[in-house]
């Protein structure tokens, strides 16, 4: 299977099979020859996990078992996301690249095969689910030791194509109800590769928090006639505290009411339901502001800060009126050697309980010295 597509801002992407069946995608700015195959010898790929309702909460759970076996903290010289070199063959058949999107070896969610429905959720009775839905990572660079800082403004404006192409390729699969791409950082966060990274998500179902997003702003557009996030923006851009970053088409501020020691927001000021809304405009101001925020968020210790960076946005088939387009970085790290734990409150109640006030957050993010 070798198919290409022109995307915007100049960029190609070329679709390749790999050794197993899985797609890789290369995003591309040079009309690069994408020929070099995959010489690895065929693994079996692990089936469908199953799918269970906690009937308590009514959230579904994904059994994903098989990932108990996959590849840990491998050292620079054994990493699958680095390219393909001499005898080490990786995920990545080519021995350069700009950003490769690939179906995961070991993913949490598959692709239904025949028929296939979310069951009903009727409590304790109800029936086991498959757990259905896509991951594939995305790798930002081929070179190992960078972070998403470190990517010059060119290669994040190919990356967040790579992720507007996929959000709108995912959103045509039936079987999609939610696509989420985001970036774990740092072992304190769990993180099993090091190389520069992310991962979407496509689920079957909506995540329990987007349900949550999504009844608070039906209720608040039911009883005003207005867009949640919409004014929560305009209120941080009266406030001007929280604000840490601005251009003529987004801004990024600490939120009002921040679960974590360190938590950003970045915004497009003109509101989309999602990535691929955005237009030319916003795609090509999107890089400034994104490693500008980044750079500020490794600042304020002067150490590699461990961090999840997530894009919400709007479910494929509900909310699309009410739900805007925004990507979350969160950090657990309150101070050098101290971290925010996710304790008894925040695990077991799921009420958060802040160390330090947004304000002060924002503050010293402002401080740092770009």
């Known amino acids: 299977m070798e198919q290409s597509k022109k995307l915007s801002a100049g960029i190609l992407r070329?679709?390749?099979?790999?050794?197993?069946?899985?797609?890789?995608?290369?995003?591309?700015?040079?009309?690069?020859?994408?020929?070099?195959?995959?010489?690895?010898?065929?693994?079996?790929?692990?089936?469908?996990?199953?799918?269970?309702?906690?009937?308590?909460?009514?959230?579904?759970?994904?059994?994903?078992?098989?990932?108990?076996?996959?590849?840990?903290l491998p050292p620079k010289e054994l990493c699958p996301?680095?390219?393909?070199?001499?005898?080490?063959?990786?995920?990545?058949?080519?021995?350069?690249?700009?950003?490769?999107?690939?179906?995961n070896r070991s993913p949490s969610l598959r692709p239904p095969t025949g028929d296939w429905a979310l069951p009903d959720q009727v409590g304790p009775d109800t029936d086991l689910g498959s757990a259905a839905g896509k991951c594939e990572v995305i790798c930002f660079t081929a070179e190992h030791g960078k972070a998403f800082k470190d990517l010059?403004?060119?290669?994040?404006?190919?990356?967040?194509?790579?992720?507007?192409?996929?959000?709108?390729?995912?959103?045509?699969?039936?079987?999609?109800?939610?696509?989420?791409?985001?970036e774990n950082r740092g072992e304190e966060i769990g993180v099993t590769l090091t190389h520069p990274h992310g991962q979407i998500y496509a689920y079957s179902f909506v995540p329990p928090r987007v349900e949550k997003m999504l009844a608070a702003a039906n209720k608040y557009k039911a009883s005003t006639g207005k867009v949640l996030f919409d004014e929560v923006v305009a209120r941080e851009i009266r406030d001007e505290e929280r604000i840490i970053a601005r251009n003529d088409r987004w801004i990024a501020f600490v939120p009002y009411a921040a679960r974590y020691p360190f938590e950003i927001h970045v915004a497009p000021l003109n509101p989309v339901a999602d990535l691929a809304g955005l237009t030319e405009r916003d795609r090509d101001a999107f890089a400034p502001i994104a490693l500008e925020v980044m750079k500020r968020l490794d600042g304020v210790f002067g150490i590699d800060m461990a961090y999840i960076a997530a894009w919400h946005q709007a479910p494929v088939r509900v909310g699309r009126d009410v739900l805007r387009l925004h990507w979350q970085i969160t950090s657990v790290r309150r101070a050098p050697g101290k971290l925010k734990y996710l304790a008894g409150s925040e695990s077991a109640m799921g009420a958060f309980i802040m160390d330090m006030r947004p304000e002060q957050s924002a503050a010293q993010l402002r401080e740092v010295v770009l």
């Open 152 to 182: 010059t403004p060119a290669r994040v404006r190919v990356l967040l194509e790579a992720w507007i192409d996929r959000t709108a390729e995912l959103s045509q699969e039936s079987f999609i109800e939610h696509i989420a791409p985001f």
């Open 81 to 103: 996301l680095c390219p393909t070199t001499g005898e080490l063959l990786t995920e990545i058949p080519e021995s350069d690249f700009e950003v490769v999107v690939f179906d």
């Open 14 to 72: 070329n679709d390749r099979q790999m050794a197993d069946g899985r797609t890789i995608r290369y995003y591309d700015t040079s009309g690069q020859n994408r020929s070099a195959k995959d010489a690895r010898p065929v693994e079996e790929q692990p089936a469908i996990g199953e799918l269970r309702l906690d009937p308590l909460v009514n959230e579904w759970i994904a059994m994903a078992s098989h990932r108990q076996g996959r590849i840990f």
